[in-house]
């Protein structure tokens, strides 16, 4: 079963652009990268699309088909109707190289700034011994395969440019959650959270975990166990108190 | 220079966003239920009557606990510590401020409101109309930050609910009875305490706040338990709102006399 389906693909780069029509043969059980590669072999030889694993485990191909951030190498055709106009543009938050291609070195710049995991100092390498549970909730924040479809769709930096200096996006918070709920992780990281990594611009309208492909509970499970541990510290006296007069730190509970 | 998604070096397109679906369909619903609750439960409140059906021992969430003598006899089940409460201030206030404050400050509440009432956004990858934003990292709204002793409120206020709906089992001619009203109050008693179960600071208080689960095995239990409320705390928050106010409008309808309670038995 073989249509011609219609497609808006923006081109352009970082000066000027815009969508352009095309008519693409479309087969069963392909994906919206199929297309785009079917383009590129047909019509657009110069058309610009990074990819790698068609898997959905790398992360490159991230785009924006008909408005929402997702996976080109996920989405199926099947999912649209034969008469639609499917519109693929690129990541609206990062700056643009060429056609769907986005520079999207603002994440790395915001991965730099977290501090490494931090083990105990009287623990070498092959010495780290853990239980399930303790370490059950960082494993899940370890399935991102770091596609940043989150930090496209996240309204604090994608309809407000200012904030990318103070504000690290979901991925970054959801690492510093990460590493906070690791047994052995002997960093705080609680103060920095909110102070460095500007935990309270998150409004918690669950638009990262709306748009993650590997369907990590970004908001339930990160940011807002994160917001009430900063709450622990900065917003709650009884237990300011309570750790004062017992002695408590993180890393001891 | 423009911001957002029309900032220098992004990719320029005129339109604002190329979502196909139906994305205004939650702002625009969540909206106006959220609208309703509020001109509800305000207009409500300032009525300060039609809060206790005396023969079918029905006392509304909205009044409960009645604690001033300004309650009409057999309606303070806790007693009247509080004096005679003028006509013009709601005599439920602190009622309110612990509920109001409760989903007030709810995450779910937050993502709906901020939504639906703030368009901030009103959709994901649709861009919100605001210019600055800070989000809740300052003054006003910063003050989110004190869900959790809502959440102390909401627990104590959720075991009284539970002793109402007890003594709503009152029977018209004695003993034990019930009617259609008790019916409504158990469903909505029920909605309220998932709804407070499942609540995130709850969760956090409960096991979440731990780092080494393995050390407090009882209270690993605990955050499990409540984890998988939480994953539908939203329903909860819908579902107890429409039950609130559908079991208010009911005890006030009783209570009025403009309809008769259907008794099952006695």
Known sequence: ?253 | MKAGVGAPGRAQMSERTFRTDRWRTYPITTGAILLFFIAYATVRIFMNQWYWAPEEHYLTPLYSPCLSDSCVPGSSHFGTPLPEIPSFIPMAFITFIILAGFRGTCYYYRKAGYRSLFLAPAACAVPEPHKKYTGESKFPLVILNSHRYFFYGALIFALINIYDMVLAFHGKDGGIGMGLGTLIIVINVAMLVCYTLSCHACRHIVGGRLKNFSKHPLRYRYWTFVSKLNARHGQYAMISLVTVILTDAYIMSVAAGWITDLRIFN
């Open chain 1, 1 to 253: 079963m073989s249509y011609k389906g219609n497609f808006k693909i923006w081109r352009g780069d970082d000066e000027s652009g815009g969508l352009e029509d095309f008519i693409v043969e479309v087969n069963e059980g392909e994906v919206v990268l199929d297309i785009i590669h079917r383009l590129q072999a047909t019509q657009a030889p110069d058309l610009a699309v990074r990819w790698n694993c068609k898997a959905g485990k790398c992360g490159s191909c991230s785009a924006e088909i008909n408005g929402k951030p997702r996976l080109l190498c996920m989405t199926r055709m099947s999912v649209f109707t034969e008469d639609e106009t499917i519109t693929v543009t690129p990541l609206r938050t990062f700056p643009v190289v060429r056609d769907l291609v986005t520079d999207v070195s603002y994440n790395y710049q915001k991965a730099r700034e977290i501090p490494s995991f931090a083990p105990p100092k009287n623990l070498g390498l092959g010495e780290y011994r853990m239980k399930q549970q303790d370490v059950e909730r960082s494993q899940e924040f370890r399935k991102c395969i770091e596609c940043f479809l989150c930090q496209d769709t996240c309204h604090v930096i994608r309809d407000h440019e200012e904030n990318k200096e103070n504000f690290a996006g979901p991925r970054f918070l959801m690492r510093v959650a990460e590493l906070e709920m690791h047994p052995l992780d002997t960093e705080d990281r609680v103060r920095e959270a909110q102070d460095e990594h500007g935990l309270g611009y998150c409004n918690i309208t669950k638009c990262c975990t709306e748009v993650c492909p590997e369907h990590i509970k970004i908001t339930d499970n990160a940011l807002i166990p994160m917001k009430e541990r900063v709450a622990d510290r900065k917003y709650d006296p009884i237990v300011w108190l309570g750790n004062q007069l017992f002695r408590r730190g993180s890393h001891k509970r």
